[in-house]
């Protein structure tokens, strides 16, 4: 009976660890670009609708967000349907300061998206006089931020 | 004489920990990312109404009026109808091509109006609406079928945006300001 000899790879085993920072930075710089550090503190409650036919945004830095929804409150109940742009809450006899707002990001960024992240609670009055408010702003891109229903696809 | 000083051997940066300095940071960048895609119906709104110049006149059967009021139900062209029928309907009125004298002559001058009660909730509106997309989708997929796509989004990539199918039954969604209702 002969014996196998026990096959050795002659190079060394170890994994080459040189060019283990490169790949950590490549991944550092790709995480620096996605990520947004600053999110607005929600003073509204965000449940939004879900929807089928319903499309994606690609160009997250072209929007503006405006969100709508029942006012959270300190005890943890729900007052009435609020209007927040950024971190404030619009007076809700006086939208103007919506028109100036978007406005001001219009002449900045032409392209601009306005996206209506409203409350499923919500009623239409609220949002058609936000609308006309856009409208007069010159802000005419909108989209209504809905979920996805199931089994639906974003188109 | 002052003996000039010489600079020492390995005076280099130490860089060994160069990688764990790396780690944290993208461990950090890890935690605080959040990707997440926006997603929802896209619209473009009409620009303000001018005072000098009246709105486009529309030919009445080229309008498809859909109301909806705060209790959700909906009249299309004055008649009762429910969330489901809406895609049909549209389907119909779009896609007539002057067949009924009541529905539309061509899809390039079909309009869809919406209309709904101050009260009306957003979440029915929104059903309301995507009923309506939904039946343009439609449209849009049975053509790029004739075509030879498997659907409109394949067409979509092949064509880009604007084409033909677009242009042939582009999407004429008119919101109306709501009624001030009860």
Redesign the interface.
Known sequence: MSHFKKKQASTSQEIPTTS??DI??I??IF??V????R?VELLVRQDL?S????????E?RL?SYIYVGPQMLAGGGFGDTRVQVDDALVPPDDFRGIQNVMRQRRTDEPRL?V?LR????????I??DI??Q???A?A?????????AQGAE?? | MLKKKRGREGAEIPSSS??DI??L??VF??V????D????????????PDPEQPPPEVRERNMLKILMNAQGGILVNEQRATIGDIQEKVIRFVTNRGADPNLSDSPERAVVSIK????????D???M??EV??AY?FIWSEQARQLGYTDY?QYRNVEGEPNPIRREFPMNIS?A??DA?S
Do not use: C, H, W
């Open positions: 283990m920072p950590i930075f991944l550092l995480f620096m996605v990520t947004v550090l999110e609708t929807a089928e036919n319903i499309e994606r945004i690609e997250k929007v998206i996206s409203v409350d499923y609670e919500s009623e239409m009055g949002v058609s609308k006309q856009l409208r007069l010159d005419l891109r909108i989209n209504y931020s809905t979920r996805r974003a188109f | 160069l990688a790396a780690f940071l993208l960048f890890l605080v990312t959040t990707i895609i926006d997603t929802g119906i896209g619209l473009v709104l009409p620009p303000p709904t009660d101050r009260q009306t909730e957003y979440e509106y929104i059903e609406l995507d997309i939904g989708r989004a919101l300001e709501p209702g």
